[in-house]
Protein backbone atom coordinates (compact mmCIF):
# COMPACT_ATOMS: atom_id res chain seq x y z
CA UNK A 1 0.00 0.00 0.00
CA UNK A 2 2.11 2.99 -1.24
CA UNK A 3 1.08 6.18 -2.48
CA UNK A 4 2.50 5.94 -6.14
CA UNK A 5 3.30 9.95 -7.68
CA UNK A 6 0.62 11.64 -9.86
CA UNK A 7 -1.63 14.30 -9.11
CA UNK A 8 -4.78 12.22 -9.05
CA UNK A 9 -3.92 11.40 -5.22
CA UNK A 10 -4.52 15.09 -4.39
CA UNK A 11 -8.37 15.23 -5.46
CA UNK A 12 -9.40 13.71 -2.09
CA UNK A 13 -7.14 16.11 -0.11
CA UNK A 14 -8.43 19.47 -2.16
CA UNK A 15 -12.18 17.96 -2.05
CA UNK A 16 -12.08 17.61 2.15
CA UNK A 17 -10.38 20.74 2.07
CA UNK A 18 -13.60 22.66 0.31
CA UNK A 19 -15.77 20.77 2.43
CA UNK A 20 -13.85 22.43 5.87
CA UNK A 21 -13.96 26.19 4.23
CA UNK A 22 -17.43 25.53 3.27
CA UNK A 23 -18.55 24.72 7.03
CA UNK A 24 -16.80 27.34 8.37
CA UNK A 25 -17.67 30.27 6.08
CA UNK A 26 -21.12 29.65 6.23
CA UNK A 27 -21.72 30.20 9.43
CA UNK A 28 -24.69 30.23 11.80
CA UNK A 29 -27.49 33.01 11.44
CA UNK A 30 -27.87 34.23 14.64
CA UNK A 31 -30.90 33.44 17.14
CA UNK A 32 -33.85 31.59 17.03
CA UNK A 33 -37.10 32.72 17.41
CA UNK A 34 -37.59 33.18 21.40
CA UNK A 35 -33.65 34.22 22.36
CA UNK A 36 -33.07 37.17 23.32
CA UNK A 37 -28.53 37.77 23.86
CA UNK A 38 -26.98 39.98 25.63
CA UNK A 39 -23.43 40.76 26.92
CA UNK A 40 -20.92 43.46 28.15
CA UNK A 41 -20.73 45.14 31.44
CA UNK A 42 -19.74 42.79 34.43
CA UNK A 43 -21.37 45.73 36.25
CA UNK A 44 -24.70 45.44 34.73
CA UNK A 45 -24.61 41.50 34.67
CA UNK A 46 -26.15 40.62 37.61
CA UNK A 47 -28.66 43.18 37.55
CA UNK A 48 -29.41 41.58 33.87
CA UNK A 49 -29.39 38.71 35.12
CA UNK A 50 -31.59 38.99 38.11
CA UNK A 51 -34.16 40.67 34.89
CA UNK A 52 -33.72 38.38 32.69
CA UNK A 53 -35.18 35.87 35.70
CA UNK A 54 -38.48 38.00 35.95
CA UNK A 55 -38.76 38.13 32.20
CA UNK A 56 -38.90 34.62 31.92
CA UNK A 57 -41.03 33.94 34.56
CA UNK A 58 -43.82 36.30 32.83
CA UNK A 59 -42.86 34.75 29.45
CA UNK A 60 -41.97 30.99 29.67
CA UNK A 61 -41.23 30.58 26.10
CA UNK A 62 -38.88 33.12 25.61
CA UNK A 63 -34.84 32.35 26.38
CA UNK A 64 -32.56 35.58 27.54
CA UNK A 65 -29.12 34.90 27.46
CA UNK A 66 -26.65 37.12 30.04
CA UNK A 67 -23.10 37.14 29.80
CA UNK A 68 -20.48 39.32 30.95
CA UNK A 69 -16.96 40.53 29.36
CA UNK A 70 -16.65 44.54 30.24
CA UNK A 71 -18.17 47.47 28.58
CA UNK A 72 -16.31 47.71 25.38
CA UNK A 73 -17.10 44.05 25.03
CA UNK A 74 -21.34 44.85 24.63
CA UNK A 75 -20.10 47.70 22.63
CA UNK A 76 -18.39 45.65 19.78
CA UNK A 77 -20.40 42.98 20.01
CA UNK A 78 -24.04 44.69 19.63
CA UNK A 79 -22.68 47.38 16.95
CA UNK A 80 -21.45 43.87 14.99
CA UNK A 81 -24.36 41.68 15.48
CA UNK A 82 -23.16 39.32 17.63
CA UNK A 83 -25.62 40.08 20.26
CA UNK A 84 -29.11 41.70 20.77
CA UNK A 85 -28.41 44.06 23.34
CA UNK A 86 -25.11 45.33 24.64
CA UNK A 87 -24.82 46.46 28.43
CA UNK A 88 -22.39 49.38 29.27
CA UNK A 89 -21.80 50.93 32.95
CA UNK A 90 -20.44 54.16 31.13
CA UNK A 91 -21.59 56.75 28.89
CA UNK A 92 -21.28 56.82 24.98
CA UNK A 93 -18.02 58.80 23.50
CA UNK A 94 -17.22 60.16 20.02
CA UNK A 95 -15.31 57.08 19.42
CA UNK A 96 -17.58 54.62 20.38
CA UNK A 97 -20.05 53.33 16.99
CA UNK A 98 -24.07 55.26 17.22
CA UNK A 99 -25.77 52.95 19.29
CA UNK A 100 -29.28 53.67 20.87
CA UNK A 101 -29.26 54.16 24.80
CA UNK A 102 -31.55 52.64 27.28
CA UNK A 103 -30.96 54.36 30.48
CA UNK A 104 -31.48 51.05 32.76
CA UNK A 105 -30.13 52.53 36.40
CA UNK A 106 -27.11 54.05 37.44
CA UNK A 107 -24.97 52.85 39.75
CA UNK A 108 -21.94 54.29 42.12
CA UNK A 109 -18.42 53.19 41.76
CA UNK A 110 -17.03 52.44 45.20
CA UNK A 111 -13.81 52.47 46.23
CA UNK A 112 -12.91 49.44 48.40
CA UNK A 113 -10.16 48.02 51.23
CA UNK A 114 -9.56 44.98 52.58
CA UNK A 115 -11.92 44.54 55.91
CA UNK A 116 -8.83 45.20 58.01
CA UNK A 117 -7.77 48.33 56.76
CA UNK A 118 -7.82 50.51 59.51
CA UNK A 119 -8.47 53.95 56.93
CA UNK A 120 -12.21 54.83 56.52
CA UNK A 121 -12.50 58.18 54.49
CA UNK A 122 -10.25 59.38 51.86
CA UNK A 123 -10.53 62.81 49.82
CA UNK A 124 -10.71 62.39 45.77
CA UNK A 125 -7.24 63.48 45.70
CA UNK A 126 -5.55 61.00 47.64
CA UNK A 127 -7.49 58.17 45.72
CA UNK A 128 -6.57 60.17 42.32
CA UNK A 129 -2.91 60.27 44.11
CA UNK A 130 -3.05 56.41 45.07
CA UNK A 131 -4.00 55.18 41.95
CA UNK A 132 -1.44 57.20 40.01
CA UNK A 133 1.37 56.39 41.92
CA UNK A 134 2.12 59.49 43.64
CA UNK A 135 1.14 58.25 47.21
CA UNK A 136 2.89 54.84 47.66
CA UNK A 137 1.97 53.89 51.34
CA UNK A 138 -0.67 53.50 53.86
CA UNK A 139 0.51 55.73 56.26
CA UNK A 140 0.44 58.64 54.17
CA UNK A 141 -3.43 58.48 54.33
CA UNK A 142 -3.51 57.80 58.17
CA UNK A 143 -3.31 53.82 57.81
CA UNK A 144 -0.17 51.80 58.79
CA UNK A 145 3.13 51.65 57.29
CA UNK A 146 2.33 49.44 54.98
CA UNK A 147 2.69 50.16 50.59
CA UNK A 148 -0.37 50.29 48.79
CA UNK A 149 -1.05 47.79 46.18
CA UNK A 150 -3.01 49.09 43.45
CA UNK A 151 -5.52 46.86 41.69
CA UNK A 152 -7.79 48.29 38.40
CA UNK A 153 -10.02 46.56 35.69
CA UNK A 154 -8.74 46.50 32.03
CA UNK A 155 -8.92 48.89 29.38
CA UNK A 156 -12.44 48.08 28.01
CA UNK A 157 -13.84 48.37 31.41
CA UNK A 158 -16.65 50.66 31.69
CA UNK A 159 -15.89 50.84 35.25
CA UNK A 160 -12.50 51.82 35.01
CA UNK A 161 -13.45 54.55 32.03
CA UNK A 162 -16.02 55.71 34.38
CA UNK A 163 -13.37 55.80 36.93
CA UNK A 164 -11.12 57.74 35.16
CA UNK A 165 -13.37 60.27 34.23
CA UNK A 166 -15.13 61.04 37.22
CA UNK A 167 -11.50 60.78 39.35
CA UNK A 168 -8.86 60.62 37.82
CA UNK A 169 -9.51 63.25 35.11
CA UNK A 170 -6.33 63.78 33.00
CA UNK A 171 -4.45 61.65 35.14
CA UNK A 172 -3.50 58.17 34.39
CA UNK A 173 -3.61 55.07 36.64
CA UNK A 174 -0.03 53.56 37.04
CA UNK A 175 1.10 51.26 34.83
CA UNK A 176 2.39 48.63 36.85
CA UNK A 177 -1.06 48.21 38.94
CA UNK A 178 -2.58 44.51 39.24
CA UNK A 179 -5.21 44.62 36.35
CA UNK A 180 -8.36 42.27 36.79
CA UNK A 181 -10.58 40.86 34.22
CA UNK A 182 -13.95 41.86 35.83
CA UNK A 183 -15.96 43.30 38.61
CA UNK A 184 -16.03 39.41 40.37
CA UNK A 185 -12.14 39.17 40.05
CA UNK A 186 -11.17 42.38 41.32
CA UNK A 187 -13.24 41.90 44.23
CA UNK A 188 -11.72 38.51 45.21
CA UNK A 189 -8.22 40.16 44.75
CA UNK A 190 -8.72 42.99 47.14
CA UNK A 191 -10.32 40.80 49.72
CA UNK A 192 -7.18 38.19 49.97
CA UNK A 193 -4.95 41.29 50.29
CA UNK A 194 -4.88 43.66 53.49
CA UNK A 195 -2.73 46.05 51.31
CA UNK A 196 -4.95 46.70 48.55
CA UNK A 197 -7.21 49.19 46.90
CA UNK A 198 -9.29 48.78 44.23
CA UNK A 199 -12.60 50.39 42.72
CA UNK A 200 -15.60 48.18 42.41
CA UNK A 201 -19.33 48.52 40.75
CA UNK A 202 -21.59 49.60 44.44
CA UNK A 203 -23.86 46.74 43.57
CA UNK A 204 -20.98 44.24 44.08
CA UNK A 205 -19.81 45.39 47.48
CA UNK A 206 -20.56 43.03 49.98
CA UNK A 207 -18.66 41.61 53.52
CA UNK A 208 -15.17 40.75 52.27
CA UNK A 209 -14.43 44.39 51.59
CA UNK A 210 -15.05 47.53 52.78
CA UNK A 211 -16.08 50.49 51.08
CA UNK A 212 -14.33 53.53 51.88
CA UNK A 213 -16.25 57.27 52.43
CA UNK A 214 -15.34 59.76 49.87
CA UNK A 215 -14.79 63.40 51.09
CA UNK A 216 -16.45 62.41 54.11
CA UNK A 217 -19.31 60.94 52.41
CA UNK A 218 -20.35 57.38 53.14
CA UNK A 219 -20.43 54.92 49.57
CA UNK A 220 -24.15 53.96 50.16
CA UNK A 221 -27.27 53.87 47.41
CA UNK A 222 -28.92 56.89 48.72
CA UNK A 223 -25.85 59.15 48.87
CA UNK A 224 -25.45 58.28 45.53
CA UNK A 225 -28.96 59.05 44.85
CA UNK A 226 -29.15 62.13 46.44
CA UNK A 227 -26.07 63.72 44.25
CA UNK A 228 -23.65 63.66 47.55
CA UNK A 229 -21.81 60.46 46.48
CA UNK A 230 -19.53 61.84 43.93
CA UNK A 231 -18.71 58.58 41.74
CA UNK A 232 -21.93 57.84 39.74
CA UNK A 233 -22.35 56.60 36.40
CA UNK A 234 -25.34 55.43 34.48
CA UNK A 235 -25.80 51.80 33.41
CA UNK A 236 -27.05 51.48 29.75
CA UNK A 237 -28.68 48.74 27.70
CA UNK A 238 -27.89 49.27 24.07
CA UNK A 239 -28.99 48.70 20.83
CA UNK A 240 -27.72 48.62 17.32
CA UNK A 241 -31.55 50.16 15.89
CA UNK A 242 -34.84 50.86 17.83
CA UNK A 243 -35.62 47.96 19.21
CA UNK A 244 -38.53 45.49 17.70
CA UNK A 245 -40.25 42.63 19.08
CA UNK A 246 -39.35 40.61 22.04
CA UNK A 247 -36.20 42.89 22.42
CA UNK A 248 -38.34 45.93 22.80
CA UNK A 249 -40.51 43.89 25.63
CA UNK A 250 -37.34 43.21 27.63
CA UNK A 251 -35.98 46.45 27.60
CA UNK A 252 -39.30 47.91 28.25
CA UNK A 253 -39.67 45.73 30.68
CA UNK A 254 -36.72 46.58 32.83
CA UNK A 255 -37.08 50.22 32.09
CA UNK A 256 -40.69 49.97 33.69
CA UNK A 257 -41.99 50.08 37.13
CA UNK A 258 -41.54 46.02 37.24
CA UNK A 259 -37.85 45.90 36.07
CA UNK A 260 -37.26 48.93 38.26
CA UNK A 261 -38.55 47.16 41.58
CA UNK A 262 -35.69 44.49 40.81
CA UNK A 263 -32.96 47.34 40.39
CA UNK A 264 -33.33 48.76 43.53
CA UNK A 265 -33.87 45.83 45.15
CA UNK A 266 -30.50 44.10 44.00
CA UNK A 267 -28.45 47.82 45.31
CA UNK A 268 -28.96 50.09 42.01
CA UNK A 269 -30.49 53.35 41.50
CA UNK A 270 -33.74 53.57 40.24
CA UNK A 271 -33.81 55.86 37.00
CA UNK A 272 -37.86 58.06 36.24
CA UNK B 1 -15.46 -5.70 0.48
CA UNK B 2 -12.86 -7.33 -0.55
CA UNK B 3 -9.45 -7.13 1.40
CA UNK B 4 -8.09 -6.38 -1.62
CA UNK B 5 -10.33 -2.97 -1.87
CA UNK B 6 -9.52 -2.01 1.68
CA UNK B 7 -5.72 -2.31 0.98
CA UNK B 8 -6.20 -0.39 -2.38
CA UNK B 9 -8.35 2.29 -1.12
CA UNK B 10 -7.54 2.71 2.86
CA UNK B 11 -4.69 5.11 2.00
CA UNK B 12 -7.16 7.60 0.60
CA UNK B 13 -9.19 7.98 3.78
CA UNK B 14 -5.62 7.84 5.84
CA UNK B 15 -4.63 10.84 3.83
CA UNK B 16 -7.74 12.49 3.90
CA UNK B 17 -7.23 12.61 7.86
CA UNK B 18 -3.51 14.06 7.36
CA UNK B 19 -4.59 16.45 5.16
CA UNK B 20 -7.35 17.63 7.71
CA UNK B 21 -4.87 18.33 10.35
CA UNK B 22 -2.67 20.32 8.09
CA UNK B 23 -5.34 22.04 6.37
CA UNK B 24 -6.52 23.36 9.80
CA UNK B 25 -2.89 24.31 11.17
CA UNK B 26 -2.71 26.07 7.31
CA UNK B 27 -5.59 27.87 8.10
CA UNK B 28 -4.62 29.21 11.34
CA UNK B 29 -1.43 30.51 9.88
CA UNK B 30 -2.75 32.22 7.02
CA UNK B 31 -5.71 33.73 8.91
CA UNK B 32 -3.60 34.86 11.82
CA UNK B 33 -0.90 36.04 9.49
CA UNK B 34 -3.53 38.11 7.37
CA UNK B 35 -4.85 40.08 10.15
CA UNK B 36 -1.62 40.64 11.67
CA UNK B 37 -0.69 42.14 8.55
CA UNK B 38 -1.41 46.16 8.66
CA UNK B 39 0.31 46.46 11.90
CA UNK B 40 3.44 45.15 10.34
CA UNK B 41 2.49 47.43 7.49
CA UNK B 42 1.64 50.84 9.58
CA UNK B 43 3.49 50.61 12.62
CA UNK B 44 6.65 48.69 11.31
CA UNK B 45 8.63 45.37 12.81
CA UNK B 46 10.89 47.25 14.96
CA UNK B 47 8.32 49.38 16.61
CA UNK B 48 6.75 46.13 17.24
CA UNK B 49 8.92 43.84 18.75
CA UNK B 50 11.35 46.28 20.19
CA UNK B 51 8.51 49.45 21.38
CA UNK B 52 8.36 49.43 25.09
CA UNK B 53 5.04 51.52 25.27
CA UNK B 54 1.85 49.32 25.33
CA UNK B 55 -0.88 51.88 24.43
CA UNK B 56 -3.03 50.70 21.80
CA UNK B 57 -5.39 53.13 22.11
CA UNK B 58 -3.14 55.75 21.46
CA UNK B 59 -0.74 54.63 18.81
CA UNK B 60 1.79 52.20 21.10
CA UNK B 61 2.17 49.27 20.09
CA UNK B 62 5.57 48.34 21.64
CA UNK B 63 5.28 44.53 23.06
CA UNK B 64 9.00 44.12 24.71
CA UNK B 65 7.85 44.25 27.83
CA UNK B 66 5.52 41.44 27.04
CA UNK B 67 8.04 39.04 25.26
CA UNK B 68 10.59 39.22 27.80
CA UNK B 69 7.61 38.66 31.01
CA UNK B 70 6.54 35.14 28.75
CA UNK B 71 10.18 34.35 28.34
CA UNK B 72 10.73 35.75 32.63
CA UNK B 73 7.64 33.50 33.73
CA UNK B 74 8.62 30.03 31.33
CA UNK B 75 12.34 30.61 32.51
CA UNK B 76 11.51 30.42 36.39
CA UNK B 77 8.99 27.60 35.23
CA UNK B 78 11.80 25.70 33.51
CA UNK B 79 14.47 26.49 36.03
CA UNK B 80 12.25 24.77 38.83
CA UNK B 81 10.33 22.46 36.79
CA UNK B 82 13.71 20.41 35.14
CA UNK B 83 15.44 19.47 38.18
CA UNK B 84 12.38 18.35 39.97
CA UNK B 85 10.76 16.65 36.87
CA UNK B 86 13.80 14.77 35.98
CA UNK B 87 14.29 13.56 39.80
CA UNK B 88 10.75 12.14 40.20
CA UNK B 89 10.92 10.46 36.45
CA UNK B 90 14.22 8.99 37.93
CA UNK B 91 12.02 7.82 41.01
CA UNK B 92 8.88 6.76 39.30
CA UNK B 93 11.10 4.65 36.49
CA UNK B 94 14.10 3.39 38.71
CA UNK B 95 13.60 3.92 42.50
CA UNK B 96 10.27 3.69 44.00
CA UNK B 97 8.42 0.65 44.93
CA UNK B 98 5.74 -1.21 42.51
CA UNK B 99 2.72 -0.06 45.06
CA UNK B 100 4.50 3.23 45.03
CA UNK B 101 4.41 3.73 41.31
CA UNK B 102 1.18 1.98 40.94
CA UNK B 103 -0.07 5.38 43.32
CA UNK B 104 1.60 8.08 41.83
CA UNK B 105 1.47 7.79 38.00
CA UNK B 106 -1.87 7.91 37.65
CA UNK B 107 -2.16 10.97 39.88
CA UNK B 108 0.94 12.98 37.95
CA UNK B 109 -1.60 11.74 34.57
CA UNK B 110 -4.61 13.44 36.55
CA UNK B 111 -2.55 16.43 36.75
CA UNK B 112 -2.33 16.94 33.46
CA UNK B 113 -5.87 17.16 32.73
CA UNK B 114 -6.58 19.61 34.81
CA UNK B 115 -7.77 23.21 33.07
CA UNK B 116 -5.56 25.98 33.27
CA UNK B 117 -8.43 27.98 34.82
CA UNK B 118 -8.00 26.02 37.92
CA UNK B 119 -4.62 26.62 38.35
CA UNK B 120 -4.92 30.05 37.91
CA UNK B 121 -7.24 29.76 40.83
CA UNK B 122 -5.50 27.89 42.75
CA UNK B 123 -2.46 30.67 41.98
CA UNK B 124 -4.71 33.51 42.46
CA UNK B 125 -6.14 32.14 45.82
CA UNK B 126 -3.07 30.31 47.43
CA UNK B 127 0.57 30.96 45.53
CA UNK B 128 -0.23 34.82 44.81
CA UNK B 129 -0.94 35.30 48.84
CA UNK B 130 2.40 33.40 49.76
CA UNK B 131 4.61 35.51 47.30
CA UNK B 132 3.05 38.66 48.77
CA UNK B 133 4.82 37.56 52.05
CA UNK B 134 8.06 37.75 50.49
CA UNK B 135 7.37 41.11 48.81
CA UNK B 136 5.29 43.41 46.43
CA UNK B 137 1.95 42.76 45.56
CA UNK B 138 2.06 39.22 45.23
CA UNK B 139 0.99 39.20 41.47
CA UNK B 140 4.30 38.53 39.89
CA UNK B 141 6.52 36.83 37.57
CA UNK B 142 7.52 34.13 40.30
CA UNK B 143 3.73 33.63 41.26
CA UNK B 144 3.55 32.66 37.30
CA UNK B 145 6.49 30.59 37.61
CA UNK B 146 5.02 28.67 40.28
CA UNK B 147 1.90 28.07 38.75
CA UNK B 148 3.91 27.25 35.59
CA UNK B 149 5.99 24.79 37.13
CA UNK B 150 2.80 23.11 38.53
CA UNK B 151 1.05 23.02 35.06
CA UNK B 152 4.15 21.57 33.51
CA UNK B 153 5.82 19.27 35.60
CA UNK B 154 3.40 16.26 34.55
CA UNK B 155 4.23 16.32 30.58
CA UNK B 156 8.20 16.53 32.08
CA UNK B 157 7.33 13.15 34.54
CA UNK B 158 5.75 11.22 32.16
CA UNK B 159 7.93 11.82 29.06
CA UNK B 160 11.07 11.76 30.73
CA UNK B 161 10.14 8.34 32.87
CA UNK B 162 9.05 6.88 29.67
CA UNK B 163 12.74 7.64 28.03
CA UNK B 164 14.06 6.06 30.74
CA UNK B 165 12.04 3.16 30.81
CA UNK B 166 12.73 2.59 27.38
CA UNK B 167 16.54 2.94 27.51
CA UNK B 168 17.76 -0.94 26.45
CA UNK B 169 18.28 -3.17 29.71
CA UNK B 170 21.63 -4.28 28.51
CA UNK B 171 23.27 -0.76 29.18
CA UNK B 172 21.71 -1.38 33.12
CA UNK B 173 22.88 -4.51 33.40
CA UNK B 174 26.04 -3.66 31.91
CA UNK B 175 26.99 -0.75 34.16
CA UNK B 176 25.51 -2.98 37.16
CA UNK B 177 27.84 -6.06 36.21
CA UNK B 178 31.35 -3.22 35.78
CA UNK B 179 30.28 -2.65 39.35
CA UNK B 180 28.51 0.51 39.36
CA UNK B 181 26.29 1.41 42.27
CA UNK B 182 22.59 2.07 41.19
CA UNK B 183 22.77 6.00 41.21
CA UNK B 184 26.14 6.02 39.43
CA UNK B 185 24.14 3.71 37.08
CA UNK B 186 21.23 6.28 36.73
CA UNK B 187 23.28 9.44 36.88
CA UNK B 188 26.00 8.70 34.32
CA UNK B 189 24.09 5.99 32.07
CA UNK B 190 20.19 6.06 32.32
CA UNK B 191 19.78 9.79 32.03
CA UNK B 192 22.09 10.41 29.22
CA UNK B 193 20.96 7.54 27.11
CA UNK B 194 17.21 8.95 27.54
CA UNK B 195 18.81 12.53 26.83
CA UNK B 196 16.75 13.24 23.51
CA UNK B 197 13.26 11.43 25.00
CA UNK B 198 14.05 13.82 28.43
CA UNK B 199 14.33 16.84 25.79
CA UNK B 200 11.71 15.97 23.98
CA UNK B 201 9.78 16.36 27.00
CA UNK B 202 11.27 19.43 28.54
CA UNK B 203 10.75 20.74 24.92
CA UNK B 204 7.04 20.12 25.10
CA UNK B 205 6.72 21.42 28.83
CA UNK B 206 8.18 25.09 27.78
CA UNK B 207 5.89 24.90 24.99
CA UNK B 208 2.85 24.73 27.04
CA UNK B 209 4.06 26.94 29.16
CA UNK B 210 4.92 29.72 26.56
CA UNK B 211 1.47 29.65 25.57
CA UNK B 212 -0.46 29.75 28.29
CA UNK B 213 -2.66 32.45 29.08
CA UNK B 214 -5.60 31.68 31.49
CA UNK B 215 -3.57 31.29 34.44
CA UNK B 216 -1.30 34.02 33.77
CA UNK B 217 -3.84 36.50 33.86
CA UNK B 218 -4.67 35.54 37.15
CA UNK B 219 -1.50 35.73 38.42
CA UNK B 220 0.74 37.97 36.84
CA UNK B 221 -0.92 41.34 37.47
CA UNK B 222 -1.13 42.10 33.96
CA UNK B 223 1.00 45.09 33.72
CA UNK B 224 2.66 46.14 30.93
CA UNK B 225 6.10 46.75 31.58
CA UNK B 226 9.61 44.92 31.96
CA UNK B 227 9.87 43.35 35.03
CA UNK B 228 12.64 44.39 37.31
CA UNK B 229 12.68 41.67 39.62
CA UNK B 230 10.74 37.81 40.05
CA UNK B 231 8.39 40.41 42.22
CA UNK B 232 7.22 42.54 40.15
CA UNK B 233 4.21 42.08 37.87
CA UNK B 234 4.36 41.60 34.34
CA UNK B 235 2.45 40.41 31.75
CA UNK B 236 2.85 37.53 28.85
CA UNK B 237 2.32 37.49 25.29
CA UNK B 238 -0.43 35.00 25.40
CA UNK B 239 -2.20 36.36 28.32
CA UNK B 240 -2.39 40.06 26.37
CA UNK B 241 -4.04 38.83 24.19
CA UNK B 242 -6.47 36.83 25.95
CA UNK B 243 -6.67 40.21 28.58
CA UNK B 244 -8.32 42.84 25.28
CA UNK B 245 -9.40 40.36 22.26
CA UNK B 246 -12.70 40.73 23.63
CA UNK B 247 -13.16 44.17 23.11
CA UNK B 248 -10.44 45.11 20.59
CA UNK B 249 -10.86 46.85 17.79
CA UNK B 250 -9.27 48.30 13.97
CA UNK B 251 -5.84 47.91 14.40
CA UNK B 252 -5.78 47.24 18.09
CA UNK B 253 -7.16 44.32 16.94
CA UNK B 254 -4.49 43.59 14.47
CA UNK B 255 -1.71 44.17 16.86
CA UNK B 256 -2.89 41.85 18.73
CA UNK B 257 -2.98 39.08 15.97
CA UNK B 258 0.37 40.03 15.60
CA UNK B 259 1.32 39.12 18.96
CA UNK B 260 0.07 35.84 17.91
CA UNK B 261 2.29 35.70 14.84
CA UNK B 262 5.36 36.16 17.34
CA UNK B 263 3.90 33.61 19.66
CA UNK B 264 3.94 30.84 16.42
CA UNK B 265 7.36 31.95 15.81
CA UNK B 266 9.07 31.29 19.43
CA UNK B 267 6.90 28.06 19.53
CA UNK B 268 8.30 27.24 15.47
CA UNK B 269 11.71 27.68 16.71
CA UNK B 270 10.88 26.10 20.50
CA UNK B 271 10.08 22.79 18.67
CA UNK B 272 12.84 23.02 16.06
CA UNK B 273 15.47 23.23 18.40
CA UNK B 274 13.53 19.96 20.03
CA UNK B 275 13.74 18.36 17.08
CA UNK B 276 17.32 18.38 15.82
CA UNK B 277 18.14 17.72 19.28
CA UNK B 278 16.05 14.66 19.48
CA UNK B 279 17.86 13.62 15.95
CA UNK B 280 21.62 14.11 17.81
CA UNK B 281 20.70 12.43 20.46
CA UNK B 282 19.44 8.96 18.07
CA UNK B 283 22.76 9.49 16.10
CA UNK B 284 24.84 9.36 19.79
CA UNK B 285 22.67 6.64 20.74
CA UNK B 286 22.97 4.53 17.76
CA UNK B 287 26.90 4.53 18.06
CA UNK B 288 26.66 3.22 21.88
Known sequence: MKIRKGWKWLILPIVAGLLVAAFTLSGCSSGSLGTITENGSTTVQPLAEKLAGAFKAKNPDVNVVIQGGGSAVGIKSVNNGTVDIGAASRELTADDPPLVKHLLARDGIAIIVHPSNPVTNLTKEQVRDIFSGNITNWSQVGGQNKSIDVVAREEGSGTRTAFQDLVMGKALIKSDATLQNSNGFLKTSVSLDPQAIGFLSMGYVDSSVKALAINGVAATEENAKNGTYPVVRPLYFLTKQQPTGLVKDFIDFCTGTEGQKIVAEEGYITVE | ?288
Open chain 2, 1 to 288: MSRYFIDRNAKYLVLVCASASFIILAAIAIFTLKEALPVFQQVGFTHLIFGTTWRPTMGGFGILPMIIGSLAVTLGAMILAIPLGIGCSVLLAEVAPHRVRQFLRPAVEILVGIPSVVYGLIGMLLIVPLVRQIGGTGYSVAAGSLVLTAMVLPTIISISEDSIRAVPRRYKEGALALGATHWQTIWHVLIPAARSGITAGIILGMGRAIGEAMAMIMVTGNAVQIPNSPLDPTRTLAGGIAVEINYASGLHENALFAIGVVLFILILAINSIAILAIRRGRRAQDVG
